[in-house]
């Protein structure tokens, strides 16, 4: 059996940027990803002609077909015209691989856009021309600065559709200054464009001489991938110890003994040393098995199951990671994304699913909420749906978290109902260990 360095999608990883919309309904998101979707040649004939046909018996009469279609799979939303659950499409260019979340407008399904943003490189925030900087529009930034995505992009739309196509232009950059300054983070940058008509999506337009910026696509295949040095730390939550023993099939895995799971961040080859983050004991990589594949190495995004040297004590849920491995805590500060319209309140109980460990926890506190009209913290002791507030959690089991500022796999976690287990919302640390 021979060993290799295996990588998630080898052949796409180099250049693969993760990509997710947001935007009000009827900002043009389906539109306008039908339209990166068909623009790049990323669309098979015998769909675009099923589009075409569909458009055609709805009374279509503009270019092509209606291009929403493509990303409109769903029946309820054919049937509402809306999005309402995150679909993911995958597209590609001569530069590089696109995974794109397209995440629901209706500020109902804001759940579904930090869903689609937490794994995002990218996020592109739609606006209307039209209609400028709104609520939800803020709530978006807001959200992307959150979950600290590494780049964000205003896609201007239904520029074709103002009469003073500069100006709006220039209105809606003025109206981001303040926006990013409340949030802490760089100015958008803002792609003036009509997905209808494709101005400015793949190709830049000769209907806006003014705008002298990249299209969108452009834009897109200019930007870093959203790597960052500390997600180079290699990181395993433990899903499963495999120990075989009498009930192996094969006499020789009788003593077999292997630690599985995904690889989080970074990556582990053999020879490694590792730190089992519950004890601090420390360890070397025996082997790496990936099915019935040995492994040299592996990477983020692959699941794997980890040899150890030595006869450590590791169970379900515990970390496996290299370097500084962050402390189990009982205690930890966060912001949570609050999305169930049942409202929080201090003292409640629920669960924290963090990496493949659940556990009971008690909201101790919850301090402030972020006023997404006026982007400053408010006081408060509750959360509504949508709410974005800062709270103290006390686990009933140690969890080692990390800040979500340095680590957006470490640092981030779900709660749930421990009634019925749905999920009430997203969290994000910000002090772990905090009293």
Do not use: C
């Amino acid at each position: 059996m021979g060993t290799s360095t295996l990588t998630p999608g080898r052949e796409a990883a180099p250049t693969l940027l993760r990509l997710a919309t947001a935007g009000s309904v009827d900002d043009g998101k389906s539109t306008l990803i039908g339209r990166l979707l068909h623009d790049t040649k990323s669309v098979l004939a015998d769909q675009l002609a099923a589009v075409e046909d569909a458009s055609r018996r709805r009374g279509w009469t503009g270019e092509l077909a209606d291009l929403a279609l493509l990303t409109d799979g769903l029946r309820a939303e054919r049937e509402q015209g809306i999005t309402i659950d995150v679909a993911y499409r995958y597209f590609a260019t001569a530069e590089r691989s696109y995974v794109l979340a397209d995440t629901p407008g209706h500020v109902e399904y804001t759940r579904n856009m930090v869903t689609g943003a937490s794994t995002a490189d990218v996020v592109v925030v739609l606006v209307d021309a039209r209609h400028g900087v709104l609520e939800q529009t803020r709530r978006h930034l807001a959200l992307a600065a959150l979950l600290r995505v590494p780049h964000v992009i205003v896609a201007l739309n239904k520029i074709d559709l103002v009469e003073d196509p500069r100006q709006v232009y220039a209105d809606v950059s003025s109206q981001l200054l303040p926006v990013a300054e409340a949030l802490s983070v760089p100015v958008p940058a803002v792609v003036p464009l009509s997905a209808l008509h494709g101005d400015n999506v793949v190709r830049t337009s000769a209907a806006t001489p003014w705008y002298q910026g990249p299209s969108l696509l452009e834009l897109l295949e200019s930007l870093p991938p959203g790597r960052d040095l500390p997600r180079d730390r290699f990181r395993m939550p433990v899903q499963l110890v495999i120990r075989p023993q009498q009930g192996a099939r094969d006499a020789a895995h009788v003593d077999y003994r292997g630690y599985a799971g995904l690889i989080t961040s970074g990556a582990v080859a053999v020879g490694d040393e590792v730190v089992v983050a519950a004890s601090g004991r420390t360890t070397t990589v025996a082997g790496i098995d990936l099915g019935a594949e040995t492994v040299s190495r592996a990477e983020s995004g692959l699941s794997v199951t980890l040899r150890l040297a030595d006869e450590v004590d590791v169970s379900r849920g515990d970390l496996l990671g290299s370097g500084v491995v962050p402390t189990p805590v009982q205690t930890t500060s966060a912001v949570l994304a609050w999305l169930s319209p049942a409202p929080l309140r201090e003292g409640a109980r629920v669960l924290v699913k963090h990496g493949t460990r659940t556990v009971h926890a008690l909201v101790t506190a919850i301090h402030e909420r972020l006023d997404i009209a006026r982007l400053t913290q408010v006081p408060t002791t509750s959360a509504d749906l949508n709410d974005l507030v800062r709270v103290d959690l006390q686990f009933a089991e140690p969890l080692p978290v990390e800040s979500y500022s340095s680590s957006r796999d470490g640092g981030a976690f779900i709660v749930l109902d421990p009634q019925d287990a749905t999920t009430l919302a997203a969290g994000m640390v910000e002090v772990p260990g905090r009293e």
